[in-house]
């Protein structure tokens, strides 16, 4: 009997295995032993039956889930994606239903058989299973496939989706009566939690799996989870205390395999496990080489001069994946490729987060047929159902982790077995070596850890506005069940008071905060009463934090996407700009709709979207290193390497190209100021925190002011001013003593926590940013959180919220044992310095980039005085717009 | 600060008040009272010292100058009634003798008699005082007056030498008209670009610098 392996792709591969089921478990005693339940078992023998007659047999790591599932078991199961790690949870669900019913349907036949006439038609058994998954694109894939199963295995179940795209109508189906299985976004599970009766709907809920785990971990949306899966389990244990509530993960690899665990299932009396599937997958890295390094620039993002490169790439694939890292570079890609090859109108196309969720269906459907031949995405498409037309994938730019990498390279080739085939573009010659680093750690499987946010106040207060908006809850239950959250099990009783006096009362008792109305105490538990309140909370529920955003409209209808108010607030009537690789002429603003027409213009500029910029990971930081010695010492095969050759001996004859023991620091003069470069190669995040600290060092003695830059590389520090400092001071710039001091006042002397509080003073709902079409117009309650900085900084010191910035600034932004790591290096390096009059290759990204940071020690007043002169040298400067491309 | 304009002389304090000695008046703009009440009504905390702060600089301000007059163009309460209005009529009664003018602006949605009972003075749209026109937003005419109007809570970007750039309340005098910094600290900036002959003037921690 031939049997293929089991996945949930619409289409199956053709090559058949030709193993019987029962061969895999002789290998291995333990595996017997374990697998011995569960295959004599009903649901077991009618799922492999059913299995059989689809011609595919089990992986061994799906039966592992499924026995474990039966015992009682929680826990993560960890695959490489394509190898059907969706069934290895659903499918024991199922499993376990099946079971359940033969079991009932036999004792139901021994103790009275005159009841036969349940006949009737299909009534709900309630929630049995609670699927989150971090996309809305995910869901409707998934609950496709898994509707499937419940057919052909007769299953009378019904699989539904909620999230943000779902039609009201459907929502309120779903509160009337529960689906047996519900697909989710963590934002839905909160919106749920803050209706009112919802907590009746879970007391049949057997299990909740959280999809791509390791994509929530690292993020607030991962906190957002871990608390609904606290909350959920808090109330079935209330009412059904003997119930037992499964909590499954699902996640690639990631270097916390362990800690992920923890995070998920912190609860000490569950049986936890995690489950590894064997089976590897073949991955194929390849980069597109100029044919000599003068076609690169020295710096940029956008690398087009490689674009007739892809073309042929693009040709010979069935269809090609081009993964960008920001929105406005697919843009800019789509427009470019369309003006190289006519002829790819119509077989291209272009998906991001702000294009219309029924144009981004359009093209995940056209993307399964296989009708396209290429699409320009971000990471909208990371994540997901496989799209089977998907031979090869394109990076353009650095993805900046090989964990991010492998994972873009896994959505081609996705069969078991099948070979996944990923080029790498680079966009400026420097990543000519990031590409050459990134394949020697895919090599050796150096993947980067996700760490798990943790002592998130702003995403606590939230909650528990969520669920004083819902049900309302019980202060003692509730603490007892948020501290055992991994995120918050280091919560102090004195903080959990603080918070619960800043959503009841305002503020501490300290500070009066008079008339301050939000949560109050009703029947014995704690509710937020005004019904205008609890619409504002729910319409903010969400830890993701953007800038106020528009939709798209034609004049004649039909909508195109999302654009940001700023981008929006800067165009006149008739300019025009592209979205969703579309020419648009910009007509008019009317009830917060942007409405447009299509433009005969050519060329347009290209929105440009705010998002996080990701730093390079430590893993890919030291192999950075590594590759620099090499390509000197022509040690190496990597291609990438002796294309970069010239350039690098460039740079060695205006300047230095530090080795690994080596530490180079540039000290150059020119009409702009006086800067200083340094080069640690530790990725942008460390890079911000160690300028600061440098600068801060350098400015304790003499008044001065630095403007300051990083990248990935290496930072600058701009002085207008003669640095004062002599060369043989340098390496104690450096030095790691005094560093946790020496850092606190740093960042108080930058805006690093006042940057961090705008996204904290959005998610605890202090101010409100605009929300996709649901734009309200609060306009007296308008503020910004920077003003609450001040506000709480001035009259609120002991807020916790401001903690909260000043927490990320110092931990999640610095890693400080990484940055202690760096300067140890530093110490035992050898520090070079070279002082020149002209920008160098390794400094001019760093030079160009944009987005600064100021640091002063001059008194304020004498630098305005001081700036003001200047500019009056200057006469009449022109500003560039620095976030708009010219195409 | 003292600056000549439309032949008259007028004082601008770093505490984001004019005073014109000539008509011993003190003009601020944007006071905002009631704001962080308000918001704190529609469950969002905001410490209440805020308001007690600005009548604080507020009456620095009266000590320093022993005005006559107060004019507020524009914006003095936030919304509506509320507890710190309430510390605001408390405060009225210890300068008894200061008449308050209000022109009144976007925000100032009390009852008449709510004024009248803290003895303000309330312009509807506009006062002129010559040779100036007090408003709360530009007007769409011109005419001989020069205007001043508050609403913009207008701030001036400065650029230095070697990309340095700062962010600063100011005080903006153009060509027919001035706008007023915002009084209140509860309030944020919005950038105005200054063009050939206008002048700007910066507020710093100390003092008022002119930089444009």
């Known amino acids: ?887 | 600060m003292t600056i000549s304009c439309s032949g008259e002389e007028l004082t601008l304090n770093k505490d984001r008040a004019i005073y014109w000695d000539r008509e011993r008046m003190l003009i601020i703009s944007d006071l905002h009272l009631g704001k962080s009440a308000h918001f704190r009504k529609h469950g969002i905390q905001v410490p209440a010292t805020i308001g007690l702060t600005d009548l604080q600089r507020l009456t620095a301000l009266l000590h320093e100058y022993h005005p006559e007059v107060l004019l507020i163009t524009g914006d003095m309460f936030h919304h509506d009634l509320n507890s710190d209005i309430g510390m605001f009529a408390e405060w009225r009664r210890d300068f008894e003798q200061l008449r308050i003018f209000l022109v009144l602006g976007n925000h100032d949605a009390l009852r008449d008699q709510d004024y009248e009972e803290m003895k303000i003075e309330v312009y509807k749209k506009e006062m002129i005082c010559h040779p100036f026109r007090f408003i709360h937003d530009r007007p769409e005419i011109t005419d001989t007056h020069y205007t001043i109007s508050g609403h913009l809570h207008p701030g001036i970007s400065v650029y230095g030498k070697a990309r340095q750039q700062l962010k600063l309340p100011c005080f903006y005098f153009g060509k027919n008209m001035a706008i007023m910094p915002a009084f209140s600290i509860f309030t944020g900036l919005s950038i105005v670009k200054p063009e050939a002959g206008d002048r700007c003037f910066a507020i710093g921690p100390s003092k008022v610098t002119q930089v444009f």
Not at chain 1, 193 to 199: E, M, P, V, W, Y
Not at chain 1, 381 to 404: N, Y
Not at chain 1, 767 to 795: C, M, R, T
Not at chain 1, 828 to 852: A, E, G
């Open chain 1, 1 to 887: 009997m031939k049997l293929t392996p089991l996945r949930t792709s619409a289409s199956y591969s053709k090559q058949p295995y030709e193993i019987e089921t029962k061969e895999l478990t002789i290998n291995n005693t333990s595996k017997i032993d374990a697998l011995m339940g569960i295959e004599t078992s009903k649901g077991y023998r009618q799922v492999i039956k059913w299995l059989r007659q689809k011609k595919r047999k089990p992986f061994s790591f799906q039966q592992e889930a499924w026995q474990y599932y039966a015992e009682g078991y929680s826990g993560l199961v960890n695959a490489p994606t394509g190898f059907g790690k969706t069934f290895s949870l659903f499918l024991a669900v199922v499993i376990d239903e099946l079971n359940t019913r033969a079991e009932q349907k036999t004792e139901k036949q021994k103790t009275s058989k005159q009841k036969t006439h349940s006949k009737k038609k299909r009534s709900s058994t309630g929630l049995r299973l609670l699927w989150i998954t971090p996309l809305r694109s995910l869901a409707k894939d998934l609950a496709r496939a898994m509707t499937e199963v419940c057919r052909e295995l007769e299953l009378d179940w019904l699989v539904s989706v909620r999230n943000g795209d779902t039609p009201q109508a459907e929502k309120l189906r779903q509160k009337k009566q529960m689906p047996e299985v519900l697909i989710i976004t963590p934002e839905s599970i909160h919106l749920l939690l803050a209706q009112k009766n919802t907590s009746g709907q879970f007391s049949q809920l057997q299990c909740i799996v959280t999809d791509e785990w390791h994509e929530l971990i690292g993020s607030k949306r991962g906190v957002m989870t871990e608390l609904a899966i606290s909350r959920i389990r808090g109330i079935i244990h209330q009412k059904h205390p003997e119930r037992l509530l499964r909590i499954w993960g699902i996640s690639a690899t990631i270097g916390n395999m362990e800690q992920a665990m923890d995070v998920l299932v912190p609860y000490p009396e569950v049986l936890r496990i995690i489950i590894k599937a064997t089976e590897e997958k073949k991955i194929v890295i390849k980069s597109i080489l100029p044919d000599h390094i003068d076609m690169l620039p020295w710096a940029g993002h956008l690398g087009h001069k490689l674009a007739h490169k892809l073309l042929p790439i693009i040709y010979k694939s069935k269809t090609t994946l081009v993964f960008t890292n920001t929105r406005g570079q697919a843009e800019l890609w789509y427009q470019n490729l369309l003006n190289l090859d006519e002829n790819l109108a119509g077989q291209i196309a272009i998906h991001h987060g702000s294009i219309d969720f029924e144009l981004r269906n359009w093209i995940e459907d056209a993307l399964h047929s296989g009708i396209l031949k290429a699409v320009i995405s971000t990471s909208s498409l990371d994540l997901g159902v496989d799209f089977k037309p998907v031979d090869t994938v394109v990076q353009i730019g650095s993805p900046k982790g090989v964990a991010r990498f492998l994972q873009r390279a896994g959505r081609s080739g996705h069969s078991p077995h099948e070979i996944s085939t990923i080029y790498f573009l680079p966009t400026h010659a420097l990543e000519l070596v990031e590409a050459a680093a990134i394949k020697e750690a895919a090599k050796t499987q150096d993947i980067e850890s996700r760490d798990p946010i943790v002592m998130a106040f702003d995403t606590l207060v939230q909650y528990m506005v969520t669920i004083a908006v819902g049900d309302g809850f019980d202060e003692q239950q509730l603490y007892h069940e948020v501290k055992e959250t991994f995120a918050y099990h280091e919560l102090l009783p004195s903080e959990w008071s603080w918070l619960m006096q800043f959503i009841t009362t305002g503020g501490d008792s300290l500070s009066a905060y008079h008339e301050f109305k939000k949560v109050s105490k009703v029947d014995g538990l704690w509710k937020v009463e005004s019904r205008q309140m609890a619409m504002r909370h729910r319409l903010h529920i969400g830890t993701i934090v953007s800038d106020p955003m528009l939709k798209v409209k034609y004049l004649g209808g039909g909508f195109i996407g999302m654009v940001e108010e700023s981008f929006i607030s800067k165009m006149k009537a008739g300019s025009s700009f592209t979205l969703a690789g579309k020419v648009l002429d910009f007509v008019m603003v009317k009830d917060l709709t942007v409405l447009v027409r299509r433009s005969r213009a050519k060329r347009a500029i290209t929105p440009s979207w705010m998002g996080g910029r990701i730093s390079l990971s430590a893993n890919l930081g030291t192999i950075l290193r590594k590759k620099y010695n090499e390509t000197l010492d022509k040690s190496h095969d990597d291609e990438e390497l002796d294309i970069i050759l010239p350039l690098f001996e460039r740079q060695a004859k205006v300047s230095h190209v530090p080795k690994d023991d080596e530490f180079l620091i540039e000290l150059i003069h020119t009409k702009d100021g006086h800067h200083l470069f340094a080069y640690p190669f530790e990725g942008r995040q460390v890079h911000e925190v160690m300028a600061a600290l440098i600068a801060y060092r350098i400015s304790r003695n003499t008044p001065i002011t630095f403007s300051i830059a990083m990248n990935d590389y290496g930072f600058e520090l701009l002085s207008e001013q003669q640095l004062p400092i002599e060369e043989t001071e340098i390496r104690q710039l450096f030095s790691p003593e005094h560093l946790a001091e020496d850092i606190v006042i740093s960042i108080n002397a930058t805006e690093m926590a006042r940057r961090k509080f705008r996204d904290i003073a959005c998610i605890s709902g202090l101010i409100f940013q605009g929300f996709p079409g649901k734009y309200i117009a609060n306009k007296h309650l308008q503020s910004s959180a920077s003003l609450f900085f001040n506000v709480f900084s001035d009259f609120d010191r002991h807020n916790l919220l401001l903690r909260q910035a000043y927490d990320e600034a110092f931990y999640q932004q610095i890693e400080e044992p990484r940055l202690l790591a760096a300067l140890q290096r530093i110490q035992q390096s050898k520090i070079i310095i070279v002082k020149t009059d002209r920008y160098t290759p390794l400094c001019f990204p760093i030079k160009v980039d944009s987005l600064r940071e100021n640091m002063s020690s001059e008194e304020l007043s004498q630098r305005i005085e001081r700036m003001t002169a200047e500019t009056e040298k200057k006469a009449t400067k022109k500003f560039r717009n620095k976030n708009d491309h010219q195409l």
